[in-house]
């Protein structure tokens, strides 16, 4: 709910992602009024683009949305004259980063009944709830649980936070798990599910955020904020059955000041191992290539993963031998604030070919690389921009 | 070639031009993390657990507010006591459990602004949970039909409401007065609040340009927050021949409220709002007699002259209108309808013209409602009843009369008021005269010699306790350059000039502005 407008007071100094934090930070100053926002408190940026949008059929003059996040502690300066706070306000990863939690050992009872919220089984509710790794996601950040008891409280509102919305049982809360993927990971059929597993230990943890990024982790998942501070928690697009297509193709018009394009050695992993765990407790590898692809380089291995098919942790391991072997990142500059229409990790591609006049010597058509960093500077007194995106090379992850 | 959305490419386009930004503050939150009880227990709290919501997180000042937290729980324990910091000073706790909603105990906050209302529970172990909700307090304008008075202006007649009459300074709020000139035009006559049945505040105003009627802003309604015209001085001199319209608008207020109980008189007609029938009308400076019809209602007799007064009556059967005007020459009537207007019935017989009615719903010794009506400038023409109209007695004669040099002085007004010891007012242009329950004889009380020569006091309305007492202000006849008098308690003297036109026109015209109900 909005309580105030500091568009007066404010300036903002940049807004961003990156594919390492998981969500959105901006960066703000605000002058002559200390009291103008509170740690915890809920701040919005909206923009709209100054000449307004013609949108196919016509003008749309439309506002966006481009950050909705929470004020962390903040520092501020003061002299007789004035005051200014600068301050840095995050999605609510930037709360389950100070979050914590116990240790919990989940299980999965099969035919035997769960006594607790800790436990799954096969034979309580309809639909009977299996344990995923989406569903320990989902119980460490809260969740309604209706399936019917056991446990004879039930229904219970289930959660080690109050950060979910509930409409009855926590309507204090803030975030939705709509985005959450819980559903059982199949293969071939439900190639992009979370896993099933019957035995996971969340190990005690001070870091909330990190504990629900290594879940992610161990099954090839993301979770994330995105900039309207949604919660997802889904296979990351890289390693989805069939990656998303490009949002957008850049080419030379949709670009300003100088893109920089970053070479990388290709040759940096001879061969990525994957070890996993199924949910009957048998193991699991992949390796790719086969054979090693050169006869000196790094290893990259990996455990602790969760699968429960051959065939996906292959098709991991090759998108991530790809990806850690890409040719380039390019950094690409979008004019004003359009680096708030995109998200991290989603793809688009590049249209671009060298000339003789600047002697590059790429040829581009529809190239495709995913964003693992925007950073948009609003300049000119909040009235213009320049958004920088960092792209990392598809490099034949996507068919 | 892979997709592209072209909305996307052409928002990136349109990015290039700049844009405009906003950034916006929101309420705070507060984060938990909640830890496992050993054992068997179910559910995953730490005990006690306190849930906590308020049904309206944003609200106006002085609203009542609530909080429920019912759904706090103990898995392992009982919960004995609960309390509630509202963040301003106060405070509420009980025993467990609570109400479904706990409520602010001041009635909402005062002051606007963002209030952290904090709930702690306690169980038999003295464990406590705490949860916390913020609530946004803003202020809300009030709405005008709740504002104290209406005020018409000066000589250009706009008109204005006043927040809060006895505020220093006023503030007023203009309703849209320049719908409301009308080249040539005079001044406004009367006006009054109305309410239908869906309790839409709407205000009528009778001019000398016509008929106006303003009804408060709606933006799902067409024609709402601003004075339309409902009849116009074209129709009236179309019918009448007229230019001068007395008006007098009020509403017979009924359990159905429906929209036929708008009456206006002007002229020598009494009508009803929805449909106009034909009207007659005179001029006010015409002495010659003619002949008028009343159409609305079957109105039975013919008026001779204007009938100059109205009045919404509880009567014996119920809601009725008492219609009171000079028929004949030397010959006044009340006639009264209790079925807006399909019939009309006589009330009573005069000896001279009614010029006003005060219908005082005093409970007098007898225990009965008063009515009373005052006439002409006879000084014996004053009667009241005390059952609702079947009987009449005088109310005795004025000990002496000034005239001041003018003959005959009309009563131009007439108020009452039920303050101790005084009961009724009226001036009659140069005299100020009052009379107090059950004597009945009445008193001069009159203005400063020498002061007010050769103006006229035209109105009589009475501003709550002033001084201490019961006060009358006058006003002055508005064509009169000037501001008005008010007088203190109930003697003779103590009168004193009000500064400003504004707080005089705004006190005068407190009167018409309050609702009927």
Known sequence: ?399 | MPYVDPVLREAIRQAQQGALMELYTGTRVYPQYHCCISGNTVGVYKDPVAIMHADDTEVCELTPVSVSFDTSFSATSTLVTWAVDWDDGNNSAGAWPPPAHVWHPAGGYTLSGVYTVELTITDILGETGMAAVDIVVIYCPPSWPALPGIVVGGLDWGVAYCQDIYASPKVWVDLQSSELVVAGSKRPRCLRFAQDINGEWQIFMGTDCGVYRYRYYDPALPGTGHWTEVVSTTQLQTLGGINFAELCVWEIDNAQDMPGCIYAVFGARLWPWTGMGIVYSHDYFDTIDRVVYVQAGNFPVQAKEWQSEVEVVQGTGGREAWCGGCYTANNGRIYYTSNYGATWTLKHSMVSAVEHMVISPYVSHTGKGEFINFMGNNNTGKYRSTDFGATWNTMGAIAARVSRGMTSPWITDTIEYLEAGSFMRWVNGVNSVLTTWPIGGWARDCVETGRYANQVLSECVLVGRIGGGGGCIHLWDPSMIGGAIAGQGNSIGNWQTLTGWADCISVAKLNYGWPKE
């Open chain 1, 1 to 399: 709910m909005i309580v105030g407008e500091i568009s007066s007071l404010s300036n903002i100094i940049s807004i961003g992602a990156d594919d390492s934090r998981g969500g959105w930070e901006m960066q703000f100053r605000v002058m002559g009024d200390t009291d103008a926002i509170d740690i915890n408190q809920r701040v919005i940026f909206r923009w709209s683009p100054l000449m307004g949008y013609e949108y196919l059929y016509g003008w749309d003059g439309r506002w966006w949305t481009g950050f909705d996040g929470w004020v962390l502690p903040y520092r501020f300066s003061f002299d007789v004259a004035g005051s200014q706070i600068t301050a840095t306000a995050q999605t609510s990863d930037g709360f389950l980063r100070r979050g914590w939690c116990q240790g919990i050992g989940f299980v999965d009872r099969d035919t035997t009944p769960r006594d607790h919220y800790h436990q799954f089984d096969s034979v309580t509710g309809v639909p009977i709830e299996r344990m995923t790794l989406g569903r320990i996601v989902r119980h460490l950040l809260g969740y309604y649980d209706q399936l019917g008891n056991p446990p004879a409280t039930n229904p219970d509102w289930v959660a080690h936070t109050n950060l979910v919305y509930h409409v009855t049982q926590n309507p204090a809360g803030w975030i939705t798990l709509d985005f959450v993927t819980t559903t059982p990971f199949v293969w071939p059929g439900t190639p992009d599910g979370s896993m099933r597993t019957d035995r996971y230990i969340v190990r005690e943890t001070k870091n909330l955020w990190d504990t629900i990024r290594q879940i992610a982790s161990n099954e090839f998942f993301v979770a994330y904020f995105d900039k309207w501070d949604r919660f997802h928690y889904c296979r990351h697009p890289m390693y989805a059955a069939t990656p998303p297509g490009a949002v957008c193709n850049f080419d030379e018009k949709m670009s300003v000041g100088k893109p920089v394009v970053s070479t990388r050695l290709q040759d940096q992993v001879r061969q990525v191992i994957l070890h996993a765990v199924t949910d009957t407790g048998s193991t699991l590898h992949a390796e790719y290539p086969g054979s090693f692809a050169w006869v000196y380089g790094n290893i990259h291995e990996q455990s602790y993963i969760r699968c429960n098919s051959q065939a996906a942790l292959d098709h991991w391991a090759h998108v991530l031998f790809l990806y850690m072997n890409r040719p380039y990142t390019v950094q690409w500059n979008l004019p004003g604030l359009a680096g708030l229409l995109f998200e991290i990790n989603e793809p688009v591609s590049i249209t671009y070919t060298g000339t003789d006049a600047n002697g590059v010597h790429i040829n581009w058509t529809n190239e495709k690389f995913w964003i693992s960093n925007i950073m948009v500077y609003p300049r000119g007194n909040n009235t213009s921009g320049v958004s920088v995106l960092t792209l990392e090379s598809d490099n034949g992850i996507s068919p």
